[in-house]
């Protein structure tokens, strides 16, 4: 069974979500409802980050471990 068209979906997902994610955290209507938001952002913005970094590895180890079966 070729997986490849499901993993090319997920990518497709994950991109969306990041894109998804950055509007809304950079959007002027969340810097108007809460200002707060925007303290402490240096961590927020590295959990985030990481939580991608890491989903973006195991997407492509899962494609590289298919790729040589």
Do not use: Q
């Amino acid at each position: 069974m070729n997986t490849t068209w499901l993993l090319a979906a997920v990518v497709i997902v994950m991109v969306s979500g990041l894109i998804g994610t950055l509007m809304i955290g950079l959007s002027k209507s969340n810097k108007e409802e809460n200002p707060d938001y925007f303290r402490h952002t240096g961590r927020k913005w590295i959990r985030l980050s990481g939580i991608y970094v890491v989903g973006i590895v195991v997407v492509v180890i899962i494609f590289i471990a298919l790729l040589n079966r």
